[in-house]
């Protein structure tokens, strides 16, 4: 719409207001004050003082030997300032919508035999960070540089490109693995680094951070391996920007507030008690914010500390927990099994408030899971103060909120919100970002990691994301959890296969980690093959109950045979694969999944029917017991007392409607990790039932879960050292 108005024009000033574009047909009296202009209006100046430099053309109404007068000067110069404005409109849109990356990939060298993981890193020199954020179109104030090779990335980009459409989707899952893993992080860097270095497409990989755990003990590390992983190896691996110490200092603050609040409730009374949690400072007593909002939901409406009488200072004072119920455990990034079961408060000082606790690994922290499902600031700050960390003595819940921890834990936390950039080895970028483990938690990297990437890939390109361990938990878990938490809907899932593992499935020999394998395993065998597929179609039927194409992608080790691998992508086709593709990107690099990439990018044209497992307002048992028998192929579930008394708990406290993260072993579909292949008629034993009510899930566990794993007789950090001169780690894999 527009409007001409004269200067003494009346309501000038609300006209002017309302305007997103002012154009000054004449000069604008001294009486008329700019501050009428809203801050942000394009102005276009046209007056005759502008146009004319005052040099008095007359009157503008006068017309003189046929010139155009004054004033129709005037509209034309209008005329065009507003055409400008809109073409430069135009081509900054064009600008923020999906364009190739100029992306420089690093070249690849490829050496055979192949050498280790650390030294093929250490080989590669990484682009700098920034360099790789303007090639892939982040601005200069979106990212915070760490080091050379690592940047952390602000959430402020999600506002600027909320109107670009989101790329491709792809989920990388796989099979029941054997205990040294099948590569599903060496696909995914193969994958993405097929697409966008030999293929020109925007790609985007997202990982979880890994755990120290794992990294010391038998794993290694989780950067990818041989000729496709995120570099440098060793800061991917160690440390990365801090997130999990900021996860274990954060899980361990609410840890200690819970114990010391029973203590000062059991030994001081309601005044004494209620005079320290509000103290009188220079002779004022005051609520902090987050006891106001415990005064509101206690029903209180008072802000005066002076007024509350002596009924509600003690309701407000006294938490009343029940140290018997208390489900909040301190967390530690180290395995350690002697930490399972311990005992504290046993120091005179803590004057006999001591109880049985315990030590989870710190990416079993429900802070973890926060951080991987939260989408912002706020969200992530609401989660935390909804943690449940005990019940009081009626029953009813207690959260971070109620300890008045909430703001210091959002505090330790803002920093580890922001994803993580880093890049593979031929230069394509990856985003590290959380590290939940798929057996005892959900598995999967943050939401806000995605989020971003989408973005950043346009419309044509592609976000590969990976799910912990075999299909049937960490792809259940993103499916069932994640997409919930995200709206996000996948396009395709990539199932890794490898023939070692389908040959253990078959009845081949135990694999154990550190011990050499047998010669079943290093030689051809057709019939072991065969008969472990079995595990490699019940995993490409789990992802079709979600209606996602599925591309089965076998990770080709070098004793794997012609007749072993054509067979394998023969069968996985019959099952209903989509597709099935040979990789070879852990001896050559992205070039090596070339074809796979082909096969995702076709898989991903095809409209995705995508559908959950299940109605989260059915019972929390009915729930378990849908997975239990669509996922693992269970007859049945089997709850013991203890998990029953938990779930009457959390459905009468009302969170019956959450959805399910099962902790259950990864080295089987069933309960028993011995039992390979597809084991059938079992009854799955539920012990016991946690709740993540921050996260937003119930935790249930399946047969003796650990939360806490040990030490082999040889963990990896013998292996592992420095050397002091170059300052460089050795031993990391």
Known sequence: MTMSSQWKTPQLQSKLHKADIVVLGSPKPEEIPLSWIQPGTAVLNCSHDFLSGKLGWGSPSVHSSGLITEGDVSLLAAALRIQNLVSSGRRWLREQQYTRWRLHCLKLQPLSPVPSDIEISRAQTPKAVDVLAKEIGLLADEIEIYGKSKAKVRLSLLE?????????????????????????????????????????????????????????????????????????????????????????????????????????????????????????????????????????????????????????????????????????????????????????????????????????IAVASEIMAVLALTDSLTDMKERLGRMVVASDKSGQPITAEDLGVTGALTVLMKDAIKPNLMQTLEGTPVFVHAGPFANIAHGNSSVLADKIALKLVGEEGFVVTEAGFGADIGMEKFFNIKCRASGLVPNVVVLVATVRALKMHGGGPSVTAGVPLKRE??????????????????????????????????????????????????????????????????????????DLAWAVREAASKRS????????????????????????????????????????????????????CMAKTHLSLSHEPDKKGVPRDFILPISDVRASIGAGFIYPLVGMMSTMPGLPTRPCFYDIDLDTETEQVKGLF
């Open 160 to 360: 600027r490109l909320k109107d670009q459409a989101d790329g491709k989707y792809v989920l990388v899952a796989g099979i029941t693995p054997t205990p040294l893993g099948e590569g599903k992080s060496t696909v995914t860097i193969g994958l993405v680094q097929a697409l966008t270095a030999h293929l020109n497409v925007n790609s985007f990989a997202c990982l979880r951070q890994p755990s120290q755990g794992p990294t010391f003990g038998v794993k290694g590390g989780a950067a990818g391996g041989g000729y496709a992983q995120v570099i440098p190896m060793e800061e991917f691996n160690l440390h990365l920007t801090g997130d999990i110490h900021a996860i274990t200092a954060a899980n361990n603050l609410l840890a200690a507030a819970i114990d010391t609040r029973i203590l000062h409730e059991n030994t001081q009374t309601d005044k004494a008690l209620y005079n320290r949690l509000v103290p009188l400072v220079n002779g004022v007593r005051e609520f902090s914010q987050i006891q106001l909002a415990r005064l509101k939901k206690l029903g209180i409406n008072k802000t005066d500390p002076g007024t509350l009488t002596e009924e509600e200072i003690s309701k407000f004072a006294r938490l009343n927990i029940d140290p018997a119920t208390i489900t909040w455990q301190r967390v530690l990034d180290t395995n350690d099994r002697f930490l399972r079961k311990i005992t504290i408060g046993q120091a005179n000082t803590e004057k006999g408030c001591s109880r049985q606790a315990q030590f989870d």
């Open 521 to 594: 395993y290093t030689e051809e065998n057709i019939q072991l093959v065969a008969d472990g597929c079995c595990n490699l179609q019940k995993q490409i039927q789990i992802a079709q109950l979600f209606g996602v194409p599925v591309v089965v992608a076998l990770n080709v080790f070098k004793t794997d045979t012609r007749a072993e691998i054509d067979l394998v992508c023969e069968l996985a086709k019959r099952a209903g694969a989509f597709d099935a593709v040979p990789c070879y990107h852990w001896s050559i690099g992205g070039k090596g999944s070339v």
């Open 609 to 660: 029917r995508f559908q959950f497992l299940y109605d989260v307002q059915l019972p929390i048992v009915e729930k378990i017991r849908t997975i239990a028998q669509a996922v693992y192929g269970a007859k049945d579930i089997e709850l013991s007392p203890e998990a029953q008394s938990k779930i009457d708990r959390y459905t009468q406290q009302g969170f019956g409607n959450l959805p399910i």
